[in-house]
């Protein structure tokens, strides 16, 4: 069973507002992700990380920015919130060369 | 072209049925394969993986790897009502996943 929460479940906020999801994993992977997915949707890669102060973009920035200051912490920050950004977020990592683990995701409302 | 093929369904078979799902990929370099199952409104949970080709049973599932036609499978036998789903293939090469767009199946009752 894999060791990878997100916080929160479930949000709903206004547009233009800043809003942080969380993710963290205690497996000490070294490689971190953030993928968004909409309903019956394929899943599109936003960011990642190969570990501590390393963080790439995706083909998907989606005008966030993430951060890796601890191994087991991965947040995914939106500046400004816009109602395109509805959709359920995902967080992943695995170690080099291995299977991937997902969290419980997190659903994304903007109004 | 897309990296992963996979058929959307969806997908309805009743219970006790083999489910058969299917991937095509056209990256000759990927080595690492991996089935997930995600439930509505749920993160994917990963139900198998293989790193060569071959077949890898685990209880009622078995994935089969086919690198020379660059096909994988997931069978799912004496399939029940809490395997409605759908189901995602992935694989990669390194550092990079690629997702199929995930398979839609119900188990009747």
């Known amino acids: 069973e894999a060791d990878i929460y997100q916080t929160p479940r479930y949000l709903v906020i206004g547009t233009g507002k800043k809003i942080t999801l969380e993710c963290s994993q205690t497996m000490g992977h070294d490689k971190m992700y953030w993928y968004q997915q909409d309903p019956g949707m394929e899943l599109h890669l936003i960011h990642y990380?190969?570990?501590?102060?390393?963080?790439e973009k995706g083909d998907l920035s989606s005008e966030s920015t993430v951060s890796r200051i601890r191994t087991e912490h991965f947040p995914l920050t939106l500046e400004s919130a816009r109602p395109s950004h509805t959709s359920q977020y995902l967080c992943?990592?695995?170690?080099?060369?291995?299977?991937?683990?997902f969290g419980p995701g997190t659903r994304l409302t903007v109004t | 072209q897309k990296e992963v093929e996979q058929d959307p369904g969806p997908l309805s078979v009743p219970e006790g049925a083999i489910v058969s799902l299917n991937c095509t990929y056209s990256?000759?370099?990927?080595?690492?394969f991996m089935w997930y199952r995600q439930y509505s409104r749920k993160g994917p949970e990963l139900l198998m993986y293989?790193?060569?080709?071959g077949n890898k049973e685990d209880g009622r599932f078995t994935a089969q790897v086919d690198k020379s036609s660059k096909y994988i499978s997931l069978f799912i036998r004496d399939s029940q009502p809490s395997d409605s789903a759908t189901y995602l293939c992935?694989?990669?090469?390194?550092?990079?996943?690629?997702f199929g767009t995930g398979t839609s199946l119900t188990v009747i009752p």
């Open positions: 990256n000759s370099a990927f080595q690492y």
């Open positions: 990380s190969y570990g501590v102060n390393s963080t």
């Open positions: 992935a694989m990669s090469a390194g550092n990079q996943f690629y």
């Open positions: 992943a990592s695995n170690d080099p060369g291995r299977e991937q683990y």
């Open positions: 293989t790193y060569s080709s």
